[in-house]
């Protein structure tokens, strides 16, 4: 069964404090694994795809990487407006289009 | 700007109404949409693929009599949550991917918080 488990759930950190969210996953191959951000009471909002291990992306303060079991989602020096939920979704090898499985999120609060 | 547009963004109904929820994509014509659903401080369920012009592909313990999908246009599908309940209460949101791009990100509404009372 394809699982996606993202770490931790919750996560408070000091406007600058830089730190890891960790998005683990078990599929039967990858097509894709994709960070999005969800603001309260909003729908998710594409960062990164990410499609093979050792990839990195890049955007603004987030950094995402990927190996073969895992991705991390890499903030440097956040400020209060990156407070959001952050999921995880893989794209499953032999899964239709774009049927993705979300991993449950970790909710990002970034204090001033 | 945003590429999938959804209406209403809440709705409140009595127990035993039907709510319609409208799914949109903007700048680009989905043959496939994707419903999911999510509840407070949970991950996003998928609840079934709106296929344009057939019939939805439901994820196994969806009820499609309950839950009723139609996508008439490239651009148009609808979620419709028939006799709804309170246990239906929760955030639906749609999605879409461009089509004949491999593995292009999903774009997502930004939901239908439902309340039934």
């Known amino acids: 069964e394809d699982q996606v488990t993202q770490s931790p759930e919750a996560l408070r950190l000091q406007e600058g404090e830089s730190s890891s969210l960790n998005c683990s996953y078990t599929?039967?191959?990858?097509?894709?694994l994709f960070w999005y951000r969800q603001d309260p009471g909003k729908g998710p909002e594409f960062l990164f795809t990410?499609?093979?291990a050792g990839e990195e992306k890049e955007k603004e303060r987030l950094k995402a990487t990927l190996t073969k079991k895992e991705s991390f989602l890499h903030i440097t020096a956040p400020k209060p407006e990156d407070s959001a939920t952050y999921l995880c979704?893989?794209?499953?090898?032999?899964?239709?289009?774009?049927?993705?499985?979300f991993g449950q999120g970790t909710r990002l609060t970034i204090n001033p | 700007g945003a590429v999938v547009s959804q209406h209403p963004s809440w709705v409140i109904c009595k127990s035993g109404t039907s709510v319609k929820i409208e799914c949109r994509s903007l700048?680009?014509?989905?043959?496939?949409m994707f419903w999911y659903r999510q509840f407070p401080k949970q991950s996003l369920m998928l609840m079934a693929t709106?296929?344009?012009?057939?019939?939805?592909?439901?994820e196994q313990g969806v009820e499609k009599d309950k839950f009723l999908i139609n996508h008439a246009s490239l651009t148009l599908s609808t979620l419709t949550v028939t006799s709804a309940h309170p246990e239906d209460s929760s955030f639906y949101i749609c999605?879409?991917?461009?089509?004949?791009?491999?593995?292009?990100?999903?774009?997502f509404g930004n939901g239908t918080r439902l309340t039934v009372t």
């Open positions: 709106s296929n344009e012009g057939s019939k939805a592909t439901y």
């Open positions: 990410l499609y093979s």
């Open positions: 999605s879409a991917g461009h089509p004949g791009v491999p593995n292009s990100p999903l774009h």
């Open positions: 700048d680009f014509q989905a043959t496939t």
């Open positions: 979704a893989v794209h499953p090898g032999f899964q239709g289009a774009q049927k993705l499985v």
């Open positions: 599929v039967s191959g990858l097509r894709g």
